[in-house]
């Protein structure tokens, strides 16, 4: 059974760095075509999708972000932690992590996700 | 950077009736297009993968097609726990591999 749980401060100040943590189960980040992903969704909004570490350590950042935002992995804690830099209020969103897969029945799309977690970013 | 178009942004119809949701892209991803329904207080959940198939467990009402810049997720016949919103999204296919997601549809009871 896969779980993907984040951890995390619930409330950051403007200018501080945000550092979240992705714990997981039923599958590891060393197995060839697993990956762990960061995705948002600002309240009512859309999602945004941030960053993906791969099993061989490659990393992926979005395109305006990627100044800010640094991924990195501890494949024996089962845990990928996200950093982002210069928090800003508009950041204001639920932070999900979640798996991506290159099983045929996924073909590297997100096939589970955590619950989220709401950081509110407020002086 | 590939952008994506979800119309409308809020579709109104009864259950059973059949739904059709747009998503356009700013220039051709292929086929690497996957769609989410996503409920109030709920992470999203993968219904249609590589623009037409359907991700595990998926009902066979869900279905999708396109390819390029046009694709469509069609719901045959409506239940009731259908109506959430749902997000498009694009994979790219070669690196640096990054991800988009439209703004989404909400499907609402008429």
């Known amino acids: 059974q896969v779980t993907l749980r984040e951890s995390g401060p619930a409330l950051v100040k403007p200018t501080q760095t945000l550092t979240l943590t992705c714990t997981f189960s039923?599958?590891?980040?060393?197995?060839?075509?697993?990956?762990v992903s960061w995705i948002r969704q600002p309240p009512g909004k859309a999602l945004e999708w941030l960053a993906r570490i791969d099993w061989d350590d490659d990393k992926y950042y979005s395109t305006s972000l990627k100044t800010r935002l640094t991924i990195s992995k501890d494949t024996s804690k089962n845990q990928v932690v996200l950093t982002m830099t210069n928090m800003d209020p508009v950041d204001t969103a639920t932070y999900y992590c979640?798996?991506?897969?290159?099983?045929?029945?996924?073909?590297?799309?997100?096939?589970?996700w955590g619950q989220g977690t709401l950081v509110t970013v407020s002086a | 950077e590939i952008v994506l178009t979800q119309s409308p942004a809020t579709l109104s119809l009864s259950p059973g009736e059949r739904a059709t949701l747009s998503c356009r892209a700013s220039?051709?991803?292929?086929?690497?297009l996957a769609w989410y329904q996503q409920k109030p207080g709920q992470a999203p959940r993968l219904l249609i993968y590589?623009?037409?198939n359907r991700a595990t467990g998926i009902p066979a009402r869900f279905s999708g097609s396109g390819s390029g810049t046009d694709f469509t997720l069609t719901v045959s016949s409506l239940e009731p726990e259908d109506f959430a919103v749902y997000y498009c999204?694009?994979?790219?296919?070669?690196?640096?591999?990054?991800?988009?997601f439209g703004q989404g549809t909400k499907l609402e009871i008429k």
């Open positions: 039923g599958f590891s980040l060393s197995t060839s075509g697993m990956c």
């Open positions: 590589d623009a037409s």
């Open positions: 999204q694009q994979r790219s296919n070669r690196p640096p591999y990054t991800y988009t």
């Open positions: 979640a798996r991506i897969s290159s099983h045929y029945s996924v073909n590297w799309y997100v096939d589970y």
């Open positions: 220039q051709s991803v292929s086929s690497y």
